[in-house]
Nanobody, 122 residues
Framework: QLQLVESGGGLVQPGGSLRLSCTAS???????IGWFRQAPGKEREGVSA????????LYADSVKGRFTISRDNAEKTVYLQMNNLKPEDTAVYYC????????????????WGQGTQVTVSS
């Protein structure tokens, strides 16, 4: 069973940046990867996704132009570079895998990490 570990979360001031990492216990070569977030009292939402070969990337409207997803299959790692962070970006961020096309719909994903907390506050 594939295991995913997120890292890179923390406390940052508005306008700041963080880079999240999602590292897998096995090969990610054939998986699309998604980043999701869940704030207290809110539903989990898709933030970004990347196809298995990085040929296709998706972003939620709320993060377009601020977040960038990338992957290094040799390192079994997917990254989410988050710039110009806003208080509304505060949430637990999760990565997940899907065998197939990249999508922002969480119900398509099978393996999930435990999440990393991102807090944007002054």
């Amino acid at each position: 069973q594939l295991q995913l570990v997120e890292s890179g979360g923390g406390l940052v001031q508005p306008g700041g940046s963080l880079r999240l990492s999602c590292t897998a216990s096995g090969s990610l070569d054939y998986y699309a990867i998604g980043w999701f977030r869940q704030a207290p009292g809110k539903e989990r939402e898709g933030v970004s996704a990347i196809s298995h070969n990085a040929g296709n990337t998706l972003y939620a409207d709320s993060v377009k132009g601020r977040f960038t997803i990338s992957r290094d299959n040799a390192e079994k790692t997917v990254y989410l570079q988050m710039n110009n962070l806003k208080p509304e970006d505060t949430a637990v961020y999760y990565c997940a895998t899907v065998w197939g096309s990249a999508t922002l719909k969480a119900n398509f994903y099978d393996y999930w990490g435990q999440g990393t907390q991102v807090t944007v506050s002054s």
